[in-house]
């Protein structure tokens, strides 16, 4: 097989995955390098499983983040390993990457987030207008009316929604499943009471905009800036999980010369010419490698041993691997602060100190309650496949069957999206109803979501819009196999304003609020527990236990002045030729509200400007 390609592209998630597969499907010759392997479990094929996609040895990668510099801060978290040096941090080694096991929710992003780029290096073609036609090209939404699908064709789609060209299928989890189950119906009510305007604003809305009511993704709710009660859009088609994995593997079984997908590569570092252009990869060969492999990472000899290969491109390289691994990579390849590569003895080829600076994530914290009886929806559920020789248990069954009932859902039952203070320009928090017992991220924390009885409740407070760009991601040495070293500063640490933490201590309040017309559903609440119960305390609560995981803006797009910039508005690398990044790293600001969304869209955007420079580069030829 050949070692030259025209592009090769390093990581298979929601950028690199469909960049690939768009370059291989126009007529190029791509090699997708992908570290992890092809392995399709369960685990990643029932929406249900997810949180066991996160911790699958197979398929997985985890890493441990420090939320706070100062040791007694961090130590204030129980979810803090010390023996880890840091708090879990779910990120995905497949195919796919973390498409394979997020919690398939797609959310469009805020309209004020392209507009923000779009204004940062003057470069138009990211304003909503064109940034909402890729989310239409890739979109195959199934929730909205039958008839809106044929309207369209007619020129009438004021939802902006892709109906029937795209390849992600988007649908939502029948309301039935949860409205049959008299807790769950109790809490539903309650909820929806208490993120409604009044009934006169109910009825005005559902007479005027009768099928946006409920859609986040509605264009004319993205264009309002809309809040209320939501219904929460998934990525999955006929009952199973779908993401970048589906879209490569597609690509490649229609043009398996054009699209070479290799796995278990590990790329090491970025190959280039004396011109400072991108000519090729390093990768090491084999599995297990990167010391993030969740019980499966091999010992130092046989890291040391593994091949080394060499690959080469004759247009581009592209690394889509992720806000913790595209920057660790750069800082590998001798791009990134002059001092950091100094101390490691990596040789400096450009002192960009933006590259790995500027990380940023959501706060998220968690209100559970146990509710005084375990929910009827779930009863027999496992919420695991069958052990070999035994029977499954009937969800389980059903799904094999029907694709249908309780797995083909991610457990969200109620949705609420809100701002956090009315002069806010955007919502800017999203609460959502979970019929599990959820409480972040920590080794073994899926165990602890599918262990019956299911009895517990959690509210998930996601603050969208944060102010914090503290955080970093820099290389601990010059091992390619060694994770770097992940710190976000949150809060107090970090150079964000004061109302971050208030917004979330808010929004805990809110939830307290609706629990309490539950009436004698719930037991007591277990996090943050009635102890908890002054401001003051809820603040401590919430500096001590939230997490995030939604990592991004380490290799941020900017103007050629800005000394932290990475990237210029076309996704290439300042100072290089030949080289881009498209993956969660670009953004200057972390984009609202669930980031897969905005990378989908980025990748989108990323293959019409790279194939538009491909025809120009022929033209002139």
């Not at 800082?331 to 990380?359: C, F, M, T, W, Y």
């Not at 779930?378 to 797995?407: C, I, N, S």
């Not at 897969?596 to 030829?621: G, T």
């Amino acid at each position: 097989m050949s070692n030259e390609y025209e592009y090769i592209v390093v990581g298979s998630g929601a950028g690199g995955g469909p960049l690939a597969a768009n370059l291989a499907l126009a007529g190029h010759r791509v090699l997708l390098l992908e570290a992890g392997g092809t392995e399709e479990p369960y685990d990643y094929q029932v929406p249900a499983f997810h949180p066991f996609a996160s911790e699958n040895p197979e398929m997985s990668w985890a890493f441990f983040v420090r939320h706070y510099d100062d040791q007694k801060q961090q130590a204030r978290d129980w979810k803090f390993r010390p023996d880890q040096g840091g708090v879990f941090y779910p990120r995905a080694a497949t195919l796919g990457g973390c498409t394979a096991h997020n919690a398939m929710i797609l959310v469009y992003p805020d309209n004020s987030d392209w507009d923000g780029i779009a204004r940062l290096p003057g470069d138009a073609s990211w304003r909503v207008t064109a940034m909402r036609a890729y989310y239409q090209r890739l979109e195959d939404c199934r929730y909205r009316p039958w008839w809106q699908r044929f309207a369209r064709w007619l020129g009438w789609n004021p939802s902006r929604h892709g109906f029937g060209d795209g390849w992600l299928t988007t649908s939502a989890a029948d309301p039935k499943l949860a409205l049959q189950d008299e807790e769950m119906l109790a809490i539903v009510k309650r909820a929806a009471r208490s993120a409604l305007f009044g009934i006169g604003d109910l009825i005005k809305r559902i007479l005027l905009f009768p099928w946006t009511f409920a859609d986040p993704n509605d264009w004319r709710s993205v264009a309002r800036r809309a809040e209320g009660l939501r219904l929460t859009p998934l990525t999955v088609k006929d009952g199973q999980r779908l993401g970048a994995r589906e879209r490569v593997l597609a690509a490649r079984a229609a043009v398996p010369d054009r699209l070479i997908l290799r796995t278990g590569a590990l790329v090491t570092r970025v190959l280039f010419d004396d011109q400072n252009r991108a000519i090729g990869v390093e990768y090491l060969d084999g599995s297990g490698l990167y010391q993030a492999s969740a019980g499966r990472a091999e010992p130092a000899e046989r890291r040391a041993d593994a091949p080394r290969v060499q690959v080469y491109a004759s247009r581009e390289v592209i690394l889509a691997g992720g806000a913790f691994n595209t920057p660790q990579l750069l800082q590998l390849s001798g791009i990134g602060p002059a001092a950091l590569l100094e101390k490691h003895g990596i040789p400096l080829r450009l002192d960009r100190p933006g590259v790995g600076a500027n990380l940023q994530d959501r706060y998220e914290v968690s209100v559970v309650h146990k509710m005084k009886r375990p929910f009827s929806m779930l009863e027999g559920a496992t919420m695991r496949p069958p052990a070999p020789g035994q029977p499954p248990d009937p969800h389980f069954e059903q799904w094999q069957r029907e694709r249908k009932g309780v797995y083909t859902t991610n457990g969200a039952v109620i949705s609420i999206i809100k701002r956090s203070r009315p002069e806010a320009l955007d919502p800017d928090l999203f609460i959502f109803g979970l019929a599990t017992d959820f409480r972040g991220y920590f080794p073994g924390y899926a165990e602890l979501i599918g262990t019956p009885p299911f009895d517990k409740f959690t509210w998930a407070v996601l603050k969208g819009h944060t102010t914090n760009t503290e955080g970093s991601v820099t290389i601990r040495s010059d091992d390619p196999c060694d994770t770097p070293d992940i710190r976000f500063r949150y809060f107090e640490e970090g150079n964000g304003d004061a109302h971050d933490l208030e917004a979330v201590v808010d929004a805990v309040q809110s939830i307290r609020g609706i629990a309490e017309r539950y009436g004698d559903a719930v037991a007591e609440e277990i996090q943050p527990g009635p102890q908890v119960n002054s401001r003051d305390q809820l603040r401590t609560f919430v500096r001590d236990q939230a997490w995030g995981h939604h990592a991004s803006c380490t290799c941020k797009i900017g103007t050629p002045d800005d000394p932290m910039a990475v990237l210029d508005s076309q996704f290439r690398v300042y100072g290089t030729e030949g080289l881009r990044v498209v993956d969660a790293s670009v953004f200057p600001t972390i984009p609202g509200l669930f980031i897969v969304s905005a990378v989908y869209m980025v990748a989108e955007k990323a293959s019409d400007v790279i194939l538009a420079d491909a025809r120009n580069s022929l033209d002139q030829a």
